[in-house]
């Protein structure tokens, strides 16, 4: 069960995020009504939410998924690929000593970023891309291993983030988009595949009892539903011109 969620709240430089999406500049006021629309729906799903303030030195800072790993048995601040966002892991790292007293940390030459982490029980897959290295990630493995976790490491082809495009919904059940359909490290998964006109949808979140599900990607929805899952929509597009996908929205644990 996951008790607790922390987010951060869009500052006005949002818009001046990185990004490769030629999907136009995000709208600031949306954004804040869509962001707390989020919110609403983690607390939905039964999670006491800390809202940090923001930090318009960090465009991306609302993505805190990419600035921690949190398990059960450890808190891990990474260390973010992304010049522009490396400092977001300061205050991440004071905020996260409210709730963690083991606090683990990527070093550099490593570098990680949460979107590229994804927890299935006791094992982890980490995504080697542009923000992730094989350092990050061998640290990262050799860290995990102290706590009893294994970790299988994925280079990427295509996705941003391994997140991007593979996603646990628990009980086995694993959505796959794009490179990850039919990919030799998810064999043993049931897998859910996300159609191609609907790739971004590929990035859900399994929060308790409910998947939280980006809005108008009815196949996705669909499929998920007939799972047994109950789904709760919420409206991302204003983060998905900046490439941010539902799950980095937000740390869980
Ligand atoms: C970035 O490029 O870092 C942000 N604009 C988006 C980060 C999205 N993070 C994620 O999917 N975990």
Known sequence: MFKHAIVRKIGKSFVNGLTTSDLGNPDYEKALVQHEAYVE???????????????????????????????????LVTNPGAESRNGEIDEMKEVLKD????????????????????QVEDHFY????????????????????????DTSIIPLKEFFHLKTGVNYLGDNNLLVA????????????????????EGYSGNCVRM????????????????????GYTVIEVEMSEFQKQDGGLSCLSLRF
Request: aromatic fraction near 10%.
């Open 99 to 118: 709730f963690y007293d083991t606090i683990e940390y990527i070093q550099s030459p490593g570098m990680l970023d949460g979107g590229d982490v994804m």
């Open 126 to 149: 980490v995504g080697l891309s542009t923000r992730t290295n094989e350092a990050g990630a061998l640290q990262f493995k050799d860290i995990m291993g102290k706590y009893g976790y």
């Open 41 to 75: 729906a983690l607390k939905r799903c039964g999670v006491k939410v800390t809202v940090l303030e923001t930090d318009e030195r960090y465009p991306d800072s609302t993505f805190v998924e990419d600035t921690a790993v949190l398990t059960p048995k450890c808190a």
């Open 178 to 197: 794009g490179e990850f359909i039919n990919h030799e490290a998810f064999s043993g998964f049931n897998q859910i595949t996300v159609k191609q006109e």
């Open 208 to 227: 308790n009892d409910c998947v939280i599900v980006p809005k108008g990607f009815k196949g996705t929805k669909k499929k998920i539903e007939e799972l």
